[in-house]
């Protein structure tokens, strides 16, 4: 008794909003008790800003959306759903989640930041499944409150950096996969910044391959969820970010996923750039060229009709 009470105080807690974003609406995505995958523990959550003032938040086991929503006089009908990266261990909830909500928001774009459940044996069962139940859950729940958010439900898009690309590629190629799946799930696009695209040996960061597989991790799970491998005629149209000198996540990794698209003649737009690294988000300081890629997302926005000219 002990711990649903804790899990239901702990649903109350997340269902308020932070008060430095009194104006945004937090949402559960699932009803009180009925966490798929879940599994009771001590787990807490802790949220941290470090020295780089970057968030990070772990120990995730009740996942939310956080909405951004535009003033209907100024909404473009768009949306994005944004997955913070941290190697499926932290999420970065700032530099790579609120920070872009905002960015969005200033050209017209409704936003969302997803905090998904990090995977964890200690929390869930079957971990590899719960990052993906969650995000397609998230989708759903946006496409059916489009109404009320003056939302178009064909201009609703999925962005993730790092290992939140690696799920919001996964989302692209896995929402009619699975007992979760549904059409309302798909992304109408996607948005993948220095994502991890591939769990193969020649392509994988370690770290995200391992925490979100587990102790599951076999070679079958390992093709399932290299998502080079899934794409299909259904995947939707791709916009990619890398630098050449990512030493965490191999460039390689948005290249393959790039041809893959091009295979099936999905449209798709890359910019590689000699330098950056990894992790940067919008704080190019110092990387050269790379201070250009948010310029270039915009006008791939544009060319779609998502930002108003």
């Known amino acids: 008794m002990k711990k649903l009470t804790g899990l239901l105080v702990a649903l109350a807690l997340y269902a308020t909003p932070d008060k430095s974003m009194a104006q945004n609406e937090v949402i559960n995505l699932w009803p009180e008790g009925k966490i798929p995958n879940f599994k009771a523990n001590s787990v807490e959550e802790k949220s941290v800003t470090d020295t780089s003032n970057i968030l990070r938040i772990s120990g995730v086991s009740i996942p939310t959306l956080t909405a951004f929503i ?103 190629t896995h929402f009619n996969k699975g007992e979760k799946a549904s059409p309302d799930g798909k992304p109408n696009f996607s948005i993948l910044i220095y994502p991890v695209i591939s769990l193969t040996p020649e392509l994988a960061h370690g770290g995200s391959r391992d925490n979100l597989l587990g102790a599951e991790k076999s070679d079958e799970l390992i093709k399932y969820y290299s998502n080079e491998l899934q794409v299909s005629a259904e995947t939707p149209p791709a916009f990619l970010v890398h630098a050449m000198d990512d030493t965490g996540v191999p460039p390689e990794n948005s290249i393959a996923y790039y041809l893959a698209l091009k295979k099936q003649k999905i449209p798709a737009e890359m910019h590689l750039y000699p330098k950056g690294g990894h992790g940067y988000g919008m704080r190019t300081e110092g990387k050269g060229s790379l201070a250009n890629w948010p310029a270039a997302m915009e006008g791939w926005l544009k060319s779609l009709g998502y930002v108003k000219n």
């Open 70 to 172: 535009v003033p209907k006089e100024k909404s473009t009908g768009a949306a994005v759903m944004i997955c913070p990266g941290g190697g499926y261990g932290i999420l970065a909830a700032s530099h790579e989640g609120s920070d872009f909500a905002k960015w969005f928001n200033d050209r017209g774009i409704s936003a969302f930041v997803l905090k998904y459940r990090l995977p964890s044996e200690k929390t869930m069962t079957h971990q590899h499944e719960v990052p993906l139940m969650d995000a397609m859950q998230a989708m759903k729940l946006i496409r059916q409150s489009a109404g009320k958010w003056n939302i178009d439900v064909n201009k609703i898009g999925v962005m993730g950096f790092s290992a939140g690309g690696h799920l919001a590629a996964t989302l692209s």
